[in-house]
Nanobody, 129 residues
Framework: QVQLVESGGGLVQAGGSLRLSCAAS????????LGWFRQAPGKEREFVAA????????YFADSVKGRFTISRDNAKNMAYLQMNSLKPGDTAVYYC??????????????????????WGQGTQVTVSS
């Protein structure tokens, strides 16, 4: 098992940037694909980005491509989501999640939150207009 704790959320003006961090503990961090999801009030949870165990494979939702980047440091058991050019529509609680399922590791279901078994508590991101 792996435990995840997000940090770095906050209030930012439109056009600004934030960097979210996800600290992992427990099992071997590099065994897991790391994903970021978000949920806005009244909306379903949606996929934001994911990164493979080695960091070379990355995936993004169309809504954040070109604005967000994802990275990980396996030596530090950390993952990051750099968010630039933020928009009010990015306002949500952001969750870090981990999966060791083969379908996720093979890049087939990285966007499916039901395929992630471990979740953090979330961090609030609010973008003002």
């Amino acid at each position: 098992q792996v435990q995840l704790v997000e940090s770095g959320g906050g209030l930012v003006q439109a056009g600004g940037s934030l960097r979210l961090s996800c600290a992992a503990s427990g099992d071997t961090f590099s065994n897991y694909v790391l994903g970021w999801f978000r949920q806005a009030p009244g909306k379903e949870r949606e996929f934001v980005a994911a990164i493979g165990w080695g960091g070379s494979s990355t995936y993004f939702a169309d809504s954040v491509k070109g604005r967000f980047t994802i990275s990980r440091d396996n030596a530090k058991n950390m993952a990051y989501l750099q968010m630039n050019s933020l928009k009010p529509g990015d306002t949500a609680v952001y969750y870090c999640a981990a999966s060791e399922r083969s379908s996720v590791r093979l890049g087939r279901t990285y966007g499916d939150g039901t395929k992630y078994d471990y979740w953090g508590q979330g961090t609030q991101v609010t973008v003002s207009s």
